[in-house]
């Protein structure tokens, strides 16, 4: 196991029994900075733990968002008019944005980007298993506007509260175009709603087939979340993965009411007494399948990924040797400066 694969050791564990009173102090400061809700900056001492949490965290965000871009980018081509294809276009395009920034905020705890990408198409990290199902009609991409943004919406607007802070400026970021995305997504579904009846049946269609697997995006159980009690602790996490899960719910309900599609749920229904809807229980059997690489299409999105990294090789060393060169001469330009000044 590596530094960044391994499991999250509990928060104050800087301070055990073998550790320095300059460590310990340094401990206390951080324990502090986080009792006070303010964040926690690159150069600031934190502990092994944090640092491994927030680089496994944001190195599979940053994944989910670039192989995020695969199942909509399938219907770039087949858009069905101009203005679709532009929409989807600029929207495929933001989620490359967004897993930069990531790439870039885990890049200030000390990973690196190249060896992050390596980790994911090697299967040694993970990505949202939301992205390993099929888009299978034009419905799909609004159904994943609604859904999978709506779900990524509530799930990182208390991201904007984390404790690190380049990932919680990130998020600020991130979520307005989320927001943007949701709603072209629902836009669309709209649309089709007062189309044709196939065009109905196609919406509901997808929403059967999305429902869960959004749902499955949360995580898994709380009681079955082991990473969960340390990054609340650490308020790298703000929420548990079932709170989430359940403002997605309450939220979706009353749009699906007003699109005019069923939620695949028979389960479904409002708790007067809890304020909340009751839903029914996904197949956590299926999530743990799509998480260790056996759902419908992981192998395909990591032979696309992978093919992708290798093809843009040439990129990459032209970008270096570019740099390289604008670097070598700038110091040149100084050097001669200098002799001029002297
Ligand atoms: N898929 O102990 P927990 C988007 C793993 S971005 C795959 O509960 P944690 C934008 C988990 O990593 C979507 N793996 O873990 C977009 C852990 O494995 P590990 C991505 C999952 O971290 C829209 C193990 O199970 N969003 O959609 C999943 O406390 C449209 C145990 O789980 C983020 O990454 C899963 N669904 O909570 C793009 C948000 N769930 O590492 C294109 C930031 C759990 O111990 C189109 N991340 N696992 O081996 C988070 O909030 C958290 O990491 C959770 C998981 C909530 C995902």
Same mark, same amino acid.
């Given at each position: 196991?590596?530094?960044?694969?391994?499991?999250?050791?509990?928060?104050?564990?800087?301070?055990?029994?073998?550790?320095?009173?300059?460590?310990?102090?340094?401990?206390?400061?951080?324990?502090?900075?986080?009792?006070?809700?303010?964040?926690?900056?690159?150069?600031?001492?934190?502990?092994?733990?944090?640092?491994?949490?927030?680089?496994?965290?944001?190195?599979?965000?940053?994944?989910?968002?670039? +192989?995020?871009?695969?199942?909509?980018?399938?219907?770039?081509?087949?858009?069905?008019?101009?203005?679709?294809?532009?929409?989807?276009?600029?929207?495929?395009?933001?989620?490359?944005?967004?897993?930069?920034?990531?790439?870039?905020?885990?890049?200030?705890?000390?990973?690196?980007?190249?060896?992050?990408?390596?980790?994911?198409?090697?299967?040694?990290?993970?990505?949202?298993?939301?992205?390993?199902?099929?888009?299978?009609?034009?419905?799909?991409?609004? /159904? +994943?506007?609604?859904? /999978?943004?709506?779900?990524?919406?509530?799930?990182?607007?208390?991201?904007?509260?984390?404790?690190?802070?380049?990932?919680?400026?990130?998020?600020?970021?991130?979520?307005?175009?989320?927001?943007?995305?949701?709603?072209?997504?629902?836009?669309?579904?709209?649309?089709?709603?007062?189309?044709?009846?196939?065009?109905?049946?196609?919406?509901?269609?997808?929403?059967?087939?999305?429902?869960?697997?959004?749902?499955?995006?949360?995580?898994?159980?709380?009681?079955?979340?082991?990473?969960?009690?340390?990054?609340?602790?650490?308020?790298?996490?703000?929420?548990?993965?079932?709170?989430?899960?359940?403002?997605?719910?309450?939220?979706?309900?009353?749009?699906?009411?007003?699109?005019?599609?069923?939620?695949?749920?028979?389960?479904?229904?409002?708790?007067?007494?809890?304020?909340?809807?009751?839903?029914?229980?996904?197949?956590?059997?299926?999530?743990?399948?799509? +998480?260790?690489?056996?759902?419908?299409?992981?192998?395909?999105?990591?032979?696309?990924?992978?093919?992708?990294?290798?093809?843009?090789?040439?990129?990459?060393?032209?970008?270096?040797?570019?740099?390289?060169?604008?670097?070598?001469?700038?110091?040149?330009?100084?050097?001669?400066?200098?002799?001029?000044?002297?």
């Amino acid at each position: 196991m590596t530094a960044t694969d391994s499991a999250p050791s509990a928060p104050g564990d800087g301070s055990g029994s073998g550790s320095t009173s300059a460590e310990q102090e340094l401990q206390q400061g951080f324990d502090h900075t986080i009792a006070r809700d303010q964040r926690i900056e690159p150069r600031d001492w934190m502990p092994e733990g944090y640092r491994r949490t927030l680089i496994r965290q944001i190195a599979q965000h940053a994944h989910s968002e670039i +192989i995020g871009m695969q199942p909509e980018g399938d219907w770039i081509t087949r858009a069905p008019s101009l203005r679709r294809k532009a929409i989807l276009f600029a929207k495929v395009q933001d989620e490359a944005g967004h897993g930069l920034y990531l790439y870039s905020a885990a890049e200030t705890l000390g990973a690196d980007r190249a060896d992050l990408t390596q980790r994911l198409i090697e299967g040694r990290q993970k990505y949202s298993s939301i992205f390993n199902y099929p888009t299978l009609t034009f419905a799909d991409v609004g /159904v +994943i506007g609604w859904f /999978v943004d709506g779900a990524a919406i509530c799930n990182q607007v208390p991201l904007c509260r984390s404790s690190y802070g380049p990932y919680a400026r990130a998020m600020v970021r991130v979520c307005k175009e989320e927001s943007f995305h949701q709603r072209q997504g629902y836009e669309l579904l709209m649309t089709m709603m007062r189309g044709t009846a196939a065009q109905r049946e196609m919406v509901q269609d997808a929403v059967d087939r999305w429902w869960w697997p959004s749902l499955m995006m949360f995580g898994p159980p709380d009681g079955d979340s082991p990473n969960s009690a340390a990054s609340m602790a650490w308020k790298i996490k703000r929420h548990t993965n079932d709170e989430l899960r359940q403002k997605f719910v309450d939220m979706t309900v009353p749009q699906a009411e007003r699109l005019g599609v069923t939620l695949p749920d028979p389960a479904l229904r409002w708790n007067e007494e809890r304020g909340r809807h009751d839903f029914g229980t996904p197949d956590w059997t299926e999530l743990q399948r799509v +998480i260790s690489g056996d759902g419908p299409c992981n192998s395909e999105r990591i032979a696309r990924r992978r093919a992708a990294h290798e093809e843009g090789a040439w990129v990459r060393e032209a970008a270096s040797a570019y740099a390289a060169k604008q670097a070598a001469r700038a110091a040149e330009a100084a050097v001669a400066a200098e002799g001029a000044a002297a």
